[in-house]
């Protein structure tokens, strides 16, 4: 028997290489079934048509450039190469990038994030800070070569020269740009070094304004504790930032209007409540110098209420004067009136007229009649000056 005899590890090898050296590059377009995922983040699924089904495997590494969820029974187009996974002798799919067919992945990516952050509430208009009036420095989170930086210096120091702008230069495409732009977002709520900030580039693709839609950009707006305007792209551009920031303005140059006051308008602003203050502090003087008119008009001439306040005070001084005399006049007629009566009815003044009271002895009881007294009685007559000692015989 001349035939090289192999064994199945060795088969397996074989067809292994000989798939991979024939398809190392492949597009695939099918239905997602069979999509699990385990502890190891690696996402295995099966790709089929009406009629076919091959296995697919992307792994975690080639996962970081995915912007959107797997599903399944999602349509999508895989790129990859075909290897043979020997432990089971089953062919596969590595697949290096996927997208879903008919929409874009960035597009895919970019709704699914905007309806997760919305359901979160990150677009909530309740949670959103009002911007300074006037803010002392303004800060700047862009290229610092673009047009969009140009544009905002132009505009803020036509509208206010003397306004101090602060900038942190970040690239605003490519891998590295969201995480500077949190990077900046995070120094300027660290340093509390400016009042407000604009956030943004000028216009481009999806895939240029794409850090403008990554989730950690997102949330890095979100928890800025600075006022965050987003000033992504043209009119017509709309980003995750844009839904996020505090206000989004449709340009650069609109940011730059709506952060800063002009100076005119500033001071015409001024004026107009210069002007509102100096009417109302008028309107008060007239207010009060009514009032003081009509306080006196009630009180007149003060001096002619304490005179005639002290008029009557003499009336009133005088009429208690009058009445005292007069009781005083009264009280010492009917003082002598009685006094009179007394007399009159004193029984000392009736002994005057020639009578006398005789009392028994001791007692002293009064004798009314003779036969209150018997012989041997002791009596005592009073006379109207002095007193007799008798005995009854």
């Given at each position: 028997?001349n035939a090289h005899?192999?064994?199945?590890?060795?088969?397996?090898?074989?067809?292994k290489?000989l798939?991979e050296?024939?398809?190392?590059?492949?597009?695939?377009e099918?239905?997602?079934?069979?999509?699990?995922v385990?502890?190891?983040g690696?996402?295995?699924?099966?790709?089929k048509?009406?009629?076919?089904?091959i296995?697919?495997?992307?792994?975690?590494?080639?996962?970081?450039?995915?912007?959107?969820?797997?599903?399944h029974g999602?349509?999508?187009?895989c790129?990859?190469?075909?290897?043979?996974?020997?432990?089971r002798?089953?062919?596969?799919i590595?697949?290096?990038?996927?997208?879903?067919?008919?929409?874009?992945?960035?597009?895919k990516a970019?709704?699914?994030l905007k309806a997760?952050?919305?359901?979160?509430?990150?677009f909530?208009?309740e949670r959103?800070?009002?911007l300074?009036?006037?803010?002392?420095?303004i800060?700047?989170v862009?290229s610092?070569?673009g047009?969009a930086?140009?544009?905002i210096l132009?505009v803020?120091?036509?509208?206010?020269?003397?306004?101090?702008i602060?900038?942190?230069?970040?690239p605003?495409?490519?891998?590295?740009?969201a995480p500077?732009?949190v990077?900046?977002?995070?120094?300027?709520?660290?340093?509390k070094?400016?009042?407000?900030?604009?956030?943004?580039?000028g216009?481009?693709?999806?895939?240029?304004?794409?850090?403008?839609?990554?989730?950690?950009?997102?949330?890095a707006?979100?928890?800025?504790?600075?006022p965050?305007?987003?000033?992504?792209g043209h009119?017509?551009?709309?980003?995750?930032?844009?839904?996020?920031?505090?206000?989004r303005?449709?340009t650069?140059?609109?940011?730059?209007?709506?952060?800063?006051?002009?100076?005119?308008?500033?001071r015409?602003?001024?004026?107009s409540?210069s002007?509102?203050l100096e009417?109302?502090i008028?309107?008060e003087?007239?207010r009060?110098?009514?009032m003081?008119?009509?306080?006196?008009?009630l009180?007149a001439?003060p001096?002619k209420?304490?005179?005639?306040?002290?008029?009557?005070?003499?009336e009133?001084?005088?009429?208690?004067?009058?009445?005292?005399?007069?009781?005083v006049?009264?009280?010492?007629?009917?003082l002598?009136?009685m006094?009179?009566?007394?007399d009159?009815l004193?029984?000392?003044?009736?002994l005057?007229r020639?009578?006398?009271?005789t009392?028994?002895?001791p007692?002293?009881?009064?004798v009314?009649?003779?036969?209150?007294?018997n012989p041997?009685?002791?009596?005592s007559t009073?006379?109207h000056?002095?007193?007799v000692?008798s005995?009854?015989?």
């Amino acid at each position: 028997m001349n035939a090289h005899i192999l064994t199945v590890t060795q088969l397996s090898h074989q067809i292994k290489n000989l798939l991979e050296g024939t398809f190392p590059e492949v597009w695939v377009e099918g239905e997602i079934s069979n999509l699990t995922v385990p502890q190891s983040g690696h996402a295995y699924f099966t790709i089929k048509d009406e009629q076919s089904q091959i296995k697919a495997v992307l792994f975690r590494s080639s996962q970081r450039h995915l912007k959107f969820t797997l599903q399944h029974g999602m349509q999508v187009i895989c790129r990859g190469r075909v290897s043979v996974y020997e432990p089971r002798g089953e062919y596969q799919i590595i697949v290096e990038y996927v997208e879903p067919k008919g929409v874009g992945a960035l597009q895919k990516a970019y709704e699914e994030l905007k309806a997760k952050l919305e359901k979160e509430g990150l677009f909530s208009r309740e949670r959103k800070k009002p911007l300074p009036f006037l803010p002392q420095r303004i800060g700047v989170v862009t290229s610092p070569t673009g047009a969009a930086i140009r544009d905002i210096l132009r505009v803020i120091k036509r509208r206010h020269p003397r306004m101090a702008i602060l900038i942190y230069p970040v690239p605003v495409q490519g891998p590295d740009a969201a995480p500077a732009i949190v990077e900046a977002i995070g120094y300027f709520n660290k340093e509390k070094s400016v009042d407000v900030m604009i956030v943004g580039r000028g216009g481009g693709s999806l895939e240029d304004l794409w850090a403008f839609n990554e989730e950690a950009v997102a949330r890095a707006i979100f928890a800025s504790r600075i006022p965050v305007v987003s000033a992504v792209g043209h009119e017509t551009d709309y980003t995750i930032a844009d839904f996020v920031a505090d206000l989004r303005a449709p340009t650069p140059s609109a940011a730059a209007e709506m952060v800063v006051e002009s100076e005119e308008h500033l001071r015409e602003f001024i004026r107009s409540l210069s002007a509102r203050l100096e009417m109302s502090i008028r309107q008060e003087l007239d207010r009060r110098r009514d009032m003081v008119r009509h306080a006196m008009r009630l009180l007149a001439d003060p001096r002619k209420r304490l005179e005639q306040y002290s008029q009557r005070v003499d009336e009133l001084l005088g009429r208690i004067v009058s009445g005292l005399r007069h009781h005083v006049r009264r009280d010492r007629a009917l003082l002598t009136s009685m006094t009179g009566a007394l007399d009159h009815l004193n029984p000392l003044a009736i002994l005057a007229r020639g009578y006398s009271v005789t009392r028994k002895m001791p007692a002293g009881t009064i004798v009314k009649e003779a036969s209150d007294v018997n012989p041997g009685d002791m009596l005592s007559t009073k006379l109207h000056k002095g007193e007799v000692l008798s005995r009854a015989q």
